[in-house]
């Protein structure tokens, strides 16, 4: 696997892999609607690639296919973390998070994280602040915002 620097080129490639792992990956911890309104599949690609080029933005590439991107503000907020539904379970996420942790200066990361990757962030050390429900088109969405401490070396969720 390699990573590299997201380029504007990659932006279209990035929504679809974003809509296809919501529908597919995030499928068992919300509904059809909720899916819908969370990845619509018209996200407006200028101003996804300005977010992209203003943060760290990383791209994983295997087999000469895009299977992963994450991006990282200069504040520490992680934004967005999507794994190809093909390529679940290999390492991707925790490479890219890796990258991402790194290459920010900044005391402590904070994300919001879908249910689904609850779990995958408690294991690398980020704690829960709250729970919260995000209103998107008049429905209701679960996500927690979770904030690890760089400063700190976690093994299993623990200091």
């Known amino acids: 696997m390699l990573l590299r620097m997201y380029n504007t080129s990659d932006c279209e490639f990035l929504a679809e ?7 597919n990956v995030n499928a068992k ?11 619509t599949g018209n996200v407006n690609l200028n101003e996804w690639d300005k977010s ?12 000469e296919i895009i299977v992963g991107f994450g991006d990282i503000d200069k504040t520490g907020y992680l934004d967005r973390l999507f794994v190809h539904k093909d390529y679940q379970r290999q390492g991707i996420a925790s490479a890219i998070c890796d990258e991402l942790e790194q290459r920010v200066n900044a005391n402590k990361i904070i994300t919001h994280a879908s249910i ?9 050390g980020y704690r829960v602040i709250k729970g919260q429900q995000v209103i998107k088109n008049g429905i ?20």
């Open 17 to 23: 892999l974003f809509y296809q792992t919501v529908h």
């Open 29 to 39: 911890d919300y509904t059809k609607e909720q899916l819908d309104v969370w990845a």
């Open 140 to 159: 209701s969405l679960t996500n927690y915002v979770m904030e690890k401490q760089k400063n700190l070396i976690y093994v299993n969720g623990r200091e």
């Open 116 to 124: 689904t990757a609850k779990t995958f962030f408690e294991q690398r």
């Open 52 to 63: 992209f080029l203003a943060h760290f933005t990383i791209v994983a590439i295997k087999n």
